[in-house]
């Protein structure tokens, strides 16, 4: 029963806001929220412009020129607030934060980036659930370097690489070469594939391999099909998940996602690991810088006897753009 509590009240909760107008409108009513959010806003411009003119800044030093003045400058900085509450009593929370600064005159569109969590530290099951993994800002986890992205491509394939190190003692330096090719559509489906290698200097080398098809129902619904296969070396194994998906524009400022996936491995046979299900409303809470995810899950792990395991996580990401 609380299983199916859970699993609806997303659903419940999409209703009266995307039947709501003024949750919609462009222009809500005045009142205190939105008083406060546009106080918050001003601050959020002031951080947002500094991002920006050091950005501008590091490329005029590099390059000796100014920006073109057509130029829209892409450097950002994400904060990611979120929680997850179990079942069983647990509550899970994350903070993180990602920056990338861009340098537009650099010769290959370099970027400098930054990340309190490197995403390759967890396992594919993390990666595609919604669900907090208790990942905090931790300096020794947290990444940097520089990212470059040639205009040009290569046979039809978009590339891009990275060069870093974590911030601790001993460094650990790290590179990422990937590959993306949007193919040719099939009919009406849109496929597209990206392959990732990588080494950490801690971890040693692994390769990801990325398939992604996506199909428009309607004006309002998409089908979405992802399967991620991943190899690392000092494991000496596959993991592999599939996750099917329906995507559901609510309004402008609204969506929602219904999701079924699977999880494989070949540790010591391949089998299937685990399998969720779940949903995600999304909303944009406050222009395009403030955006609320509920997402309710459930889990069946099979080193559990496939015994269901309910969570509800609450996402927050707030944008510091031009």
């Not at 005029?60 to 990611?80: G, I, M, R, T, W």
């Not at 998409?222 to 992802?226: A, E, G, Q, V």
């Not at 955006?291 to 099979?302: G, Q």
């Given at each position: 029963m609380k299983?199916?509590?859970?699993?609806?009240?997303?659903?419940?909760?999409?209703?009266?806001l995307s039947a709501s107008e003024s949750l919609d409108s462009d222009k809500p009513e005045?009142?205190?929220?939105?008083?406060?959010?546009s106080g918050a806003e001003s601050t959020r411009d002031t951080w947002s412009e500094r991002w920006v003119d050091f950005?501008?800044?590091?490329?005029?030093?590099?390059?000796?020129?100014?920006?073109?003045?057509?130029?829209?400058?892409?450097?950002?900085?994400?904060?990611?607030l979120k929680q997850t509450w179990e079942e069983r009593g647990d509550i899970q929370t994350d903070v993180r934060v990602k920056?990338?600064?861009?340098?537009?005159?650099?010769?290959?569109?370099?970027k400098l980036f930054?990340?309190?969590?490197?995403?390759?530290?967890?396992?594919?099951?993390?990666?595609?659930?919604?669900?907090?993994?208790?990942?905090?800002?931790?300096?020794k986890e947290s990444v940097s370097g520089i990212e470059i992205t040639p205009d040009d491509e290569w046979n039809k394939w978009k590339r891009s690489a990275r060069l870093g190190i974590k911030l601790r003692a001993p460094l650990v330096t790290f590179g990422r070469y990937r590959?993306?090719?949007?193919?040719?559509?099939?009919?009406?489906?849109?496929?597209?594939?990206?392959?990732?290698?990588w080494y950490f200097s801690d971890r040693g080398w692994g390769a990801t391999s990325e398939f992604e098809i996506q199909r428009p129902l309607s004006e309002r619904f998409?089908?979405?099909?992802?399967t991620v296969l991943e190899f690392e070396d000092q494991y000496d194994f596959f993991e592999n998940v599939h996750v099917l998906s329906l995507n559901q524009s609510l309004s402008d400022r609204s969506k929602l996602e219904y999701r079924v996936g699977a999880v494989f491995s070949t540790e010591f046979r391949t089998q299937m690991t685990a399998y969720f299900v779940g949903t995600s409303y999304s909303y944009k809470l406050y222009e395009d810088w403030i955006?609320?995810?509920?997402?309710?899950?459930?889990?069946?792990?099979?080193d559990d006897g496939w015994n269901a395991e309910a969570s509800f996580t609450i996402a927050l990401d707030v944008y510091f753009s031009e």
């Open positions: 299983v199916a509590l859970l699993l609806v009240t997303v659903i419940f909760l999409a209703g009266p005045a009142g205190f929220f939105s008083r406060t959010l950005a501008e800044g590091v490329d005029h030093y590099f390059s000796k020129e100014n920006a073109p003045p057509d130029y829209k400058n892409e450097s950002y900085v994400k904060l990611q920056a990338k600064f861009d340098l537009p005159n650099t010769q290959r569109k370099a930054f990340s309190s969590d490197e995403y390759t530290e967890n396992s594919l099951e993390e990666r595609v659930r919604s669900n907090s993994t208790g990942e905090r800002f931790r300096r590959l993306r090719r949007p193919m040719e559509a099939w009919g009406e489906w849109l496929p597209e594939f990206t392959q990732e290698i998409r089908l979405n099909y992802l955006f609320l995810t509920a997402s309710p899950e459930v889990f069946f792990p099979k």
